[in-house]
Nanobody
Framework: QVQVLESGGGLVQAGGSLRLSCAAS????????MGWYRQAPGKQRELVAA???????NYEDSVKGRFTISRDNAKNTVYLQMNTLKPEDTAVYYC??????????????WGQGTQVTVSS
């Protein structure tokens, strides 16, 4: 089993910054992709950014140039640095980990979500 724990959300004014962290723990054999998704009220969950174990990244168009995803493979941790935040970035942010455990093949694991609120 893999546990995923996010931290770092909160309330910030437009133009401000926040840094989200997500740590995966448990009987992990390997982690492939780590990513951040978000879901605003009344909207579908969408991919914000993802990073592979080799460091390749992918960003949703609206966050390119403002958000940066990074990971520490030794700590099974992924970060999302969010700069120049806009009110439309307001959402619950979820960490997703694609990992294999000692007992299971690759599977998706989700955190409980952390609220990010950007005031105008």
């Amino acid at each position: 089993q893999v546990q995923v724990l996010e931290s770092g959300g909160g309330l910030v004014q437009a133009g401000g910054s926040l840094r989200l962290s997500c740590a995966a723990s448990g009987s992990i054999f390997s982690i492939n992709v780590m990513g951040w998704y978000r879901q605003a009220p009344g909207k579908q969950r969408e991919l914000v950014a993802a990073i592979t174990s080799g460091g390749s990244t992918n960003y949703e168009d609206s966050v390119k140039g403002r958000f940066t995803i990074s990971r520490d493979n030794a700590k099974n941790t992924v970060y999302l640095q969010m700069n120049t935040l806009k009110p439309e970035d307001t959402a619950v942010y979820y960490c997703n980990v694609l990992a294999a455990t000692m007992m299971s093949p690759l599977g998706d694991y989700w955190g409980q979500g952390t609220q990010v609120t950007v005031s105008s």
